[in-house]
């Protein structure tokens, strides 16, 4: 039987929004906010923001003539819940209370993805999900071991898009996702590698927290000494250091930018585009950009290992792998360990909407959020 969907994936200025009869999206868009419509909420937290989007998401279906009646489902994209294993979960109350007080990891703008979900799903008078949020943890007992007891590994990563990607390609294979050991590889902003083994997610970086190799914004794991040093001399704030770990650290710190597509151009030409940041010269934004993909694929090597070696396959996508170059030295470092397949961007909405199908054919397969 098809569903109806309507599919949410918040952002920081941005609503991703779907809406499919069956496996036919009826419209796909990108719903952004100018400043003037965030001017109101700035410095205030993001759930005062849920009239306006929720307002926004009813007038797009109004425009398209969706009556809310029809719609089987409402998903959005999980936010910073409790840690749960991977699945589909349906919105309760719970749920609404962590993703409302930032419970876990403070306010994200995902958190408003369950939320907007439910409120509208309350309209329609139908079921409402999220599905494979970053904060899934399937990690096995000793991936948790960091060598401090107080500071214990924890699992934050691309969960949707990993998943999505790992039963897509054992489906092909002709295998169950539970059936197979994978590695797949989400590279973005942030970079994730998991280790997929039998439909679990048992070992993983932590991307978010600066964890495993460095990103186009991101520093990874960092010398500890070093670090250290850093935090007591003085010279840095907090913030300073925060900032250093995620959102100026990785390719932006070596070489001014954080746009692999600008910095390719810059590496194959030599010439840099008007208003362009980069400061560094043609030679040391390839190299800078040639130490991120050798961590990656560091990382990638280290999940084989997890594995035991034993991999049906390795996979990378996000954002990055758009990249001519970067898919292409991977391969260098690890396809011989097993077949490699490539799939660019990311496709959370599909992700999401296919999480919602299975969960309406299968109740059984909906989770309770406790």
Same mark, same amino acid.
């Given at each position: 039987m098809d569903y109806n969907i309507l599919v949410i994936n918040p952002g920081s200025t941005s609503d991703d929004i779907g809406y499919y009869r069956g496996n036919t999206p009826v419209f796909e868009v990108t719903v952004r906010y100018s400043m003037t419509d965030l001017e109101p909420y700035e410095g205030k937290n993001v759930i005062e923001q849920l009239p306006l989007r929720k307002k926004l998401i009813l007038d797009y279906l109004i425009d398209h003539n969706i009556p809310l009646e029809e719609i089987n489902a409402v998903i959005g994209r999980g936010g910073f819940i409790?840690?749960?294993?991977?699945?589909?979960?349906?919105?309760? &109350?719970?749920m609404l209370k962590d993703l409302s007080a930032g419970t876990y990891g403070g306010i994200h703008p995902s958190n408003l993805g369950g939320i907007l979900a439910h409120e509208i799903a309350q309209i329609a008078h139908c079921p409402s999900f999220i599905a494979n949020p970053v904060v899934i943890d399937e990690l096995q007992p000793i991936a948790r071991y960091s060598g401090m007891p107080e500071n214990p590994r924890i699992s934050i990563f691309h969960a949707l898009s990993q998943k999505r990607v790992a039963r897509m390609i054992a489906e092909k294979m002709g295998k169950k996702y539970t059936d197979v050991n994978c590695i797949i590889c989400h590279g973005g902003g942030g970079i994730t590698v998991g280790a997929h083994c039998k439909g679990r997610v048992i070992d993983?970086?932590?991307?978010?927290?600066? #964890?495993?190799?460095?990103?186009?914004? +991101?520093?990874?794991g960092v010398p500890a000494a070093g670090l250290m040093q850093m935090c007591f001399s003085g010279k840095y704030t907090e913030r300073d250091i925060k900032l250093k770990l995620r959102g100026k650290g990785g390719l932006v710190a070596y070489t001014g930018t954080s746009d692999v597509k600008d910095l390719e151009e810059f590496i194959r030409t030599g010439v840099k585009r008007p208003g362009s940041m980069i400061f560094c010269t043609r030679e040391q934004a390839q190299e800078a950009r040639d130490a991120m993909v050798y961590q990656i694929a560091k990382y990638i090597g280290a999940m084989a290992?997890?594995?035991?070696? /034993?991999? #049906?396959?390795?996979?990378?996508?996000?954002?990055?792998?758009?990249? /001519?170059?970067?898919?292409?030295?991977?391969?260098?470092? =690890?396809?011989?360990? @097993?077949?490699?397949?490539?799939?660019?961007?990311?496709? &959370?909405?599909? @992700?999401? +909407? &296919?999480?919602?199908? +299975?969960?309406?054919? #299968?109740?059984?397969?909906?989770? +309770?959020? =406790?």
């Open positions: 409790k840690s749960v294993s991977g699945g589909v979960y349906e919105v309760n &109350e719970q993983v970086n932590n991307g978010y927290e600066g #964890d495993g190799p460095m990103t186009p914004q +991101r520093s990874g290992v997890v594995l035991k070696g /034993k991999i #049906d396959f390795i996979a990378l996508t996000g954002g990055l792998m758009h990249s /001519k170059t970067i898919p292409q030295q991977l391969g260098e470092y =690890v396809g011989w360990l @097993a077949p490699l397949y490539v799939f660019p961007g990311s496709e &959370e909405k599909v @992700a999401l +909407r &296919e999480a919602a199908q +299975r969960a309406l054919q #299968d109740p059984s397969l909906v989770k +309770r959020y =406790v």
